[in-house]
């Protein structure tokens, strides 16, 4: 279950600051696959490398199965983003000296713990790339990958330590539209089968549509969220060790 | 400039590289022409005003051919001249360049003046009474003030009698009255040819002072002189031809008729012979300040590649707005010219700096091995500033010419996205491979030209051939080094596999880094390797010649100056208890081709008896007995190198009983001198120059006797007769190389600026290749990657260019030693050197590198992982 609550944010400082997020709340049950949409700047990205913890909050409150992203220190947020999240990006999201089953499997050697739920972290690895069809591409590089396939191989990277959580941002940027909905299909199923709860930025309403859930933001401000239940400030279920919200 | 003030450090840092470079090349510049400055001021004060000089070129002659001169019927005056250098016990390694004058004939010459402190004049009348009083003495201010000496003091002198005391009377004021030349002038319409300043090389006169003159000269009566310090005969005689009259004709009418070793000519000739002299010695010195300048160059190029990287955007957004290919290049080379003229600003200032400190050590040097040279001014030459501005604009626009046209070719559209950029310098590694190897083919035959044709300068052309082959190679080698270990890493270490993956795609900018550590390393492998190897050949003779027990000789030959040992002297020592034989030498200089060489003497017999003297066409004590019955001469190597000259050949040597054609019995090592030597038994020399002067004395000491015991019993015994020093075989060796090393230390300065420049180069680099890569390090660490991974991924790499760079910079450094001992060696100074390789110091260096550079980069890697995640990876 993910929580947000008044989640601000802004970048710049005095009179050329520009807020991105202006006391975003949002809540996400565990499992459920979101997409965020919104014009350029509406600040659905920073939220998504706020839930990531990739940025951090000048204000506001987030919460992972209750436990509070915005008070990890340095260390506790690499663990986080090791363990907890595997994330997507637009393009460009692999190391380019690496080979594909090398890229994929590069959480699981920097972290240096073994796969949840079992088995070595090769043979994780090929069963996700055979998940995603690319079993027959594990040893090319990227360069001899498709748009779509070089996506693919991103996700498995992503899931490759089983994180309760997803992030995607625009991951069909950069792709056609058949393309885009192979990956979308693949990143729902594949969240579905791992009860991985998923958050992905997209422009795309086709794209968007493929979600459980559509949440549109505007001006930092979440403004259209049809599956919201948000809870009201007081009704926010803080661990016990956590403080009472600031504003 | 907005994009300096934003990245001032960096600024700070491309400055400082250009700035050191050209520091090291104006201070050498600075030192070398103060030291032809210094002496030429000193030959203007002892020549005066003279347009003609008769000299001995260091050997004193016969006070007769005064009057032939004098007498001449083109010349107008003349007047003798006794010069010796005379050491002042009380203060170490200090010295007097004793002038003997004739007060009478002296008037119209004179080029100083004697004052009572404060600029006063003294009274002519007081002035004639000084010189002719043997217990004055005038000293110059400089010196008086350096030693804290005043008006009415007394300083001790070394006389062949023992030391003597004189009384400072007056100043000496180094430099001429121009009133009275100006009424000399109105009334004999005599013209200044000497001090004249020559257009080219600046004056040596500043108002009437004679800037930059020994402040070691004083002058004396010449009588005086010439009892006081057992100076016989005349060290020069200067002479004024009539106006009109050339003094090339009236050398021409002279030299005939004055001994074979006696030459009659200008004296600015004098100054150029030492030029000559010594040219081999600056030049050598200059070349090795332009490899700093070279690394300096490769730091401008990564410089610009920085701002090309860093700009990209605004390349982008200057393109699209209609900015013309060639003008976004002026921008970048504009602003590289900025920095580069700062930097050449900075460090023409530093150079300075510099040239003080580097003065003392190079007017020791050149003393040592060249001729009596004492610097106390810093000439600045505008040649050399101009030079300066010149190489260091030069270099900076070369350097930033090829990543300015890269910036001005990127397609706009990919200007204005961020991504992972391309490497383009993997698809020309075969073409870079294939440069280095021609380079290399180059410097061959760039060295066999150099050493079997000349001109002799070629042979720099053949280390900048070698050490841009090397260069070269970075590419290629890299791409191996990268392809080697790709994939080797992955699964027990994936950080360097990652740092591995790294180095090889980023070419283009590691290789100018290791490119510039290659060649500030090959400059310290080069240097270290050549200086050792000559050590070790030293060494080797050192072994063979020096096998005496004890050395005696006067303590003048500290600072360069040969004077003779008293007869008294050499029978105290020869018959001092233990002592069992004396080898008794002597050196002068004489000319031979129009060039000074040395030429010395002692018993062959008795040598061939005592040492193990080396004849490389066979055994010494065959051949030097022959050599001294029959009256031939041997020829050092440096000797037979530089003057073509082998066994067998007939040379015309000029003595003072004339020019007697001599034949070369045979070459041997030697490092006494770079001039050159050649070598005659001591019974020939003494009846050819009719010299019976001896410089130093080797003692041999009976089995059972101890050394120590003959050097107390010298010491005091031959006090009376002056101040001599008297070396142990052990001591003299010391003595041999504090000299060898005094000779190199101005190397070692210029090493340490080349490995600071290339330092610089290193912490550069990084901070380019962490900007280039903020992306990719934002998407290692939302993998996952802590800082501490983020940092040891970016110190594997720097300790691969560090690896890379010290293993190719040594293959170039031993490439470059190859080329200093035996091409650039062998075409300047002909010394034997035989290889011996560092080892120690070589198989330490890469650890010392490797371990350097990730210090240095440490700061960046900090700075790379401490980076805003989000931000890196929003940069799409």
Aim: net charge neutral.
């Amino acid at each position: 279950m993910i929580r947000i609550y008044n989640a601000t944010k802004s970048y710049g400082e005095g009179e050329s600051a520009v807020a991105a997020l202006r006391g975003v709340s949002l809540e996400v049950p565990a499992g459920q696959f979101v997409a965020l949409m919104g014009p350029s700047g509406c600040g659905k990205s920073t939220l998504l490398h706020i839930l990531g913890g990739l940025d951090t909050l000048e204000k506001g409150e987030v919460y992972l199965d209750e436990r509070p992203i915005h008070r990890m220190g340095e260390h506790e947020l690499t663990l986080f983003r090791r363990e907890k999240v595997g994330i997507v990006f637009q393009s460009f999201n692999l190391l380019p000296t690496l080979t594909v089953e090398e890229n994929v499997m590069l959480p699981g050697l920097l972290s240096n713990k073994d796969v949840p739920g079992g088995g070595t972290l090769r043979e994780r690895t090929l069963a996700l790339l055979d998940e995603v069809g690319l079993g027959k591409r594990a040893r090319h590089m990227l360069h001899q990958l498709s748009g779509g396939e070089t996506q693919r191989a991103a996700l498995a990277r992503a899931l490759l330590l089983k994180p309760p959580v997803l992030l995607a941002d625009e991951p069909t940027g950069n792709l056609d539209s058949e393309a885009s909905a192979n990956v979308v299909r693949m990143l729902r199923e594949l969240g579905r089968n791992n009860g991985t709860t998923i958050v992905m930025v997209t422009h795309s309403r086709e794209v968007a549509g493929m979600a459980d859930r559509l949440v549109q933001m505007r001006d930092g401000k979440v403004v259209d969220d049809p599956g919201a239940d948000t809870p009201a400030p007081e009704a926010v279920s803080a661990p016990a060790s956590s403080s009472a919200p600031t504003a | 400039m907005r994009y300096f003030a934003r990245h001032g450090v960096q600024t700070l840092l491309n400055v400082l590289g250009v700035a050191l470079g050209i520091t090291v090349f104006v201070s050498i510049q600075i030192v070398n022409y103060s030291a032809i400055r210094s002496f030429r001021a000193s030959v203007d004060v002892v020549a005066g005003r003279a347009n003609l000089e008769v000299t001995g070129d260091g050997l004193r002659f016969d006070e007769a051919l005064y009057p032939l001169v004098r007498n001449h019927p083109d010349v107008e005056s003349a007047t003798p001249l006794v010069e010796v250098v005379v050491p002042l016990p009380d203060y170490k390694g200090e010295y007097l360049q004793v002038m003997g004058v004739d007060v009478f004939s002296n008037a119209p010459l004179r080029t100083y003046e004697l004052t009572e402190g404060s600029d006063r004049a003294v009274d002519p009348s007081r002035a004639l009474e000084f010189l002719s009083d043997p217990n004055q003495i005038g000293l110059t201010e400089p010196l008086c003030r350096r030693l804290g000496l005043k008006i009415g003091d007394e300083i001790r002198v070394s006389t062949p009698r023992g030391p003597r005391k004189l009384r400072i009377a007056f100043m000496l004021r180094l430099g001429h009255d121009r009133s009275k030349e100006a009424q000399r002038e109105q009334s004999q319409g005599v013209t200044d040819q000497v001090l004249e300043p020559d257009p080219a090389e600046g004056s040596t006169s500043d108002g009437d002072m004679v800037v930059g003159a020994d402040e070691h000269l004083t002058v004396m009566d010449i009588a005086t002189v010439q009892d006081l310090f057992a100076a016989q005969g005349l060290s020069r005689i200067l002479a004024i031809v009539r106006p009109g009259y050339s003094p090339d004709k009236v050398a021409a009418d002279l030299q005939p008729r004055t001994p074979a070793n006696v030459f009659v000519r200008p004296p600015d000739r004098r100054g150029q012979k030492i030029e000559r002299m010594v040219g081999a010695f600056q030049l050598n010195l200059t070349a090795l300040s332009l490899v700093s300048l070279l690394v300096g160059a490769f730091l401008i190029y990564n410089t610009v590649a920085t701002a090309v990287v860093r700009r990209r955007t605004e390349i982008g957004v200057l393109r699209s707005l209609g900015m013309t290919p060639s003008q976004v290049r002026r921008i970048f080379l504009a602003e590289a010219m900025l920095q580069g003229i700062a930097g050449v600003v900075v460090g023409i200032g530093l150079g300075v700096l510099l040239a003080g400190q580097l003065i003392g050590v190079v007017s020791k040097t050149i003393s040592m091995h060249y001729i009596l040279v004492s610097i106390q001014h810093l000439f600045i030459s505008p040649w050399a500033v101009a030079a300066a501005v010149g190489l260091g604009c030069f270099g900076v626009l070369v350097a930033a010419w090829y990543p300015a046209t890269e910036a001005s070719r990127v397609p706009i559209v990919q200007a204005l996205h961020t991504g992972f950029l391309r490497e383009k310098s993997l698809r020309h590694t075969r073409a870079w491979f294939w440069g280095g190897v021609g380079m290399l083919i180059a410097a061959f035959v760039v060295a066999q030209v150099s050493l079997h044709q000349g001109p002799a300068w070629l042979s720099f052309g053949s280390a900048l051939f070698m050490l841009l082959g090397v260069a070269f190679f970075v590419p290629p080698v890299c791409l191996a080094v990268a392809n080697l270990l790709r994939g080797r890493g992955f699964y027990c270490n994936v950080l360097l596999d990652i740092a591995v993956g790294h180095f090889g795609r980023s070419l283009h900018r590691n290789s100018i880094t290791i490119a510039a550590l290659v060649t500030a390393i090959a400059m310290v492998v080069g240097i270290s390797t050549m200086i050792f190897s000559f050590r070790k050949s030293v060494e080797v003779w050192l072994n063979q010649s020096i096998q005496a027990d004890v050395f005696l000789s006067p303590a003048s030959t500290l600072v360069g100056v040969r004077m003779p040992i008293p007869t008294e002297v050499i029978e105290i020592a020869r018959h001092a208890p233990g002592v069992t034989a004396a080898d008794l030498y002597r050196e002068i200089r004489i000319q031979f081709r129009g060039q000074t060489v040395k030429l010395a003497t002692f018993d062959f017999t008795q040598a061939v008896r005592l040492t193990s003297l080396t004849v490389n066409e066979g055994p010494a004590e065959v051949i030097l007995p022959r050599a001294a019955k029959e009256g031939q001469i041997l020829v050092s190597e440096s000797f037979s190198r530089k003057m073509k000259v082998r066994s067998g050949d007939v040379l015309p040597i000029l003595t003072t009983t004339g020019q007697r054609m001599l034949t070369v019995a045979g070459t041997f090592p030697d490092y006494t001198s770079e001039m050159g030597l050649i070598i005659v038994d001591l019974a020939k020399y003494r009846e050819w120059w009719r010299d019976d002067t001896i410089n130093s004395i080797a003692l041999y000491a009976e089995r059972n006797a101890s050394a120590q015991a003959i050097q107390d019993y010298l010491r005091e015994k031959v006090a009376p007769y002056g101040e001599f020093t008297i070396f142990s075989n052990l001591a003299l060796r010391f003595l041999v190389f504090k000299i060898f090393d005094q000779t190199f230390s101005v190397t070692y300065v210029l090493q340490t600026v080349g490995i600071v420049i290339s330092a610089l180069g290193i912490v550069l680099n990084l901070s380019i290749l962490v900007n280039e890569r903020r992306r990719e390090i934002g998407l290692l660490r939302a993998a996952g990657a802590s800082r501490q991974q983020v940092v040891r991924i970016i110190l594997w790499e720097t300790a691969l260019i560090a690896a890379v760079g010290a293993f190719l910079g040594i293959a170039a450094g031993m490439g470059l030693a190859a080329i200093l001992s035996y091409v650039i060696n062998m075409s300047y100074f002909g010394w034997t050197i035989k290889w011996a390789t560092p080892w120690l110091f070589i198989s330490l260096l890469p650890l010392w590198v490797v371990l350097a550079s990730v210090i240095a980069a440490w700061i960046p890697a900090r700075q790379a992982s401490g980076m805003n995640i989000a931000k890196a990876v929003k940069q799409e």
